[in-house]
């Protein structure tokens, strides 16, 4: 026998003399409505056990306000694990007097990426972490251009306003030291002005292509940003009067005289003319696309977006509100299997579906050693991520990672995927293998009980009857591998083809 089937067989069999079993861990066999399954696979980053038990327990309209409510409780052991990764606990002048990031910066860069898969992965702020990944890929900055900075956009520039507005998001990411640094905003000046983020603004940001801008709408937005960098000994953002164009500016039907006389003139100047173009109906309706596109339908119906775009603009632009919108429309629910998962959702939603830990520690880093994170398994979960393409902000232009099914549907894409799905399933080592004595407690121990237990746990629904027949047919060729106990072996054998379909691919 392989290393790995023994390994799971001393997994099963020690699951099965377990005398107790902790009923509050057992997915209840009710059937699940469609809106759980559609809430669960499109909001949040998989369902799990306790996530389904949640859902069912408060419903939809509860279950939104809980996980949109900025004072929603963090899982303490989260919290806590948290806690002991030191670049994420640090101000941006003290990180980088601090060893060893003061010599290492990537250090920063990984903690940043490492702990942001873990939040998806075990927080339970699930809708959060969701929002946080989107306006990531919204207005990004990639890890590359200067982790230090990044950390700090991290935590002030995205995750203290996506529970807010648009607009005061799109502020704040606009006159952070890291956009600044990442679209050349340092080297805007009345003298030599440098258009990329006046461009980005209203390519990417607000607008698009959809609205026909101007030439000199580029050039002007790029004047209202000059002379605003930010000072190095303090990361402080400031505006230079000296370095910022003065004068009157229009940009698609906005206007001010632009002073430019002082650093509150020029802020000033800047929030205007964001505010404005952010709170456009041509900016509700991107917005609005741009979420249902991530949530919904890589082509969400016009029904949809108008009713999205119509609760923007009467909320100045809510985060909150307009997910609202999207989450009890009828399309939500119709739309369930329509988004292909990207890597790392599809990665993270096996692991939440099988309640299944990382095997191992989840170490901060030892400055000691030259191996930074050592032996801690987050980082190899971050490899796999980095395998996949998909790892955490590390999309190298302004329009953020695709989510489209297109861009993730490549053969050796696929390959991992498969590869991924049966190590989590319980064949590799980085995993803990999943408890199948509690997840298929009290089921039948035949074929048919076991593969529609099985696809419940993780989609929440029974597969088709000429589905479930290839499972099973393929199944039956390693019955005979697991003589300990064969149900558990079965619900094994029946998992890893179940995360290998093209339904576990999707949302």
Do not use: C
């Amino acid at each position: 026998k392989s290393t790995a089937t023994a390994r799971v067989e001393r997994s099963l069999a020690y699951s099965s003399t377990a005398i107790v079993f902790e009923m509050k861990k057992v997915i209840p066999m009710a059937v699940p409505t469609a809106i759980e399954n559609a809430a669960l696979a499109k909001l949040t980053y998989g369902g799990s056990p306790k996530s389904r038990l949640e859902f069912r327990k408060l419903g939809l309209a509860k279950w939104l306000d809980d996980q949109l409510d900025p004072k929603k409780a963090e899982d303490p052991w989260v919290t806590a694990t948290l806690k002991n990764f030191k670049a994420l606990n640090l101000d941006q002048v003290t990180l980088q007097n601090t060893f060893p990031y003061s010599v290492r910066s990537g250090l920063v860069a990984d903690e940043l990426a490492m702990t942001t898969l873990f939040r998806r992965l075990y927080s339970t702020r699930q809708l959060y972490e969701n929002l946080v990944e989107f306006f990531q890929d919204y207005v990004p900055v990639p890890l590359f251009s200067d982790s230090i900075k990044r950390m700090s956009y991290d935590k002030t520039a995205i995750r203290a306003h996506v529970l807010g507005t648009y607009p005061e998001l799109l502020y704040a990411t606009a006159m952070h030291p890291a956009m600044l640094n990442f679209l050349s905003g340092y080297a805007n000046t009345k003298e030599h002005p440098n258009e990329n983020y006046g461009r980005e603004l209203l390519e990417l940001f607000t607008v698009t292509t959809a609205t026909p801008y101007t030439q000199d709408d580029v050039v002007n937005a790029a004047r209202v940003f000059s002379g605003i960098s930010w000072r190095d000994d303090q990361f402080i953002t400031t505006a230079w009067t000296g370095n910022h164009w003065s004068g009157p500016v229009k940009v698609l039907g906005w206007s001010d005289p632009n002073p430019g006389n002082s650093p509150e003139a020029i802020f000033a100047t800047a929030r205007s003319l964001v505010n404005y173009l952010a709170l456009l109906p041509e900016t509700a309706k991107a917005f609005s696309t741009r979420m249902a596109r991530r949530f919904v339908a890589d082509t969400p119906s016009d029904a949809l977006v108008a009713a999205m775009s119509k609760t923007y603009l009467a909320t100045s632009g809510s985060i909150p509100a307009v997910v609202k919108t999207m989450a009890n429309h009828k399309d939500f629910v119709a739309s369930i299997g329509k988004k292909l998962k990207r890597p790392t959702e599809h990665l993270i939603s096996t692991m939440r579906a099988l309640d299944v830990k990382l095997d191992g520690s989840i170490n901060y880093g030892d400055a000691t050693r030259d191996d930074y994170f050592h032996d801690s398994n987050l980082s190899w979960f971050y490899w796999y991520a980095i395998q996949q393409g998909h790892s955490p902000f590390n999309w190298p232009t302004p329009d953020g990672f695709p989510d489209t099914e297109a861009a993730w549907t490549t053969m050796s894409a696929q390959v991992l995927r498969w590869k991924n799905g049966a190590e989590i399933a319980g064949y590799g080592q980085l995993f803990q293998v999943p408890d199948y004595a509690v997840l298929f407690k009290g089921v039948k121990n035949d074929w048919n009980s076991i593969v529609d237990a099985a696809s419940m746990l993780l989609m929440g629904r029974k597969l088709p009857a000429a589905q479930k027949a290839k499972i099973i047919a393929a199944a039956q060729v390693s019955d005979a591998a697991y003589a300990t106990n064969k149900l558990l072996g079965r619900a094994h054998a029946v998992t890893v083809l179940i995360v290998s379909t093209e339904d576990w691919n999707r949302r």
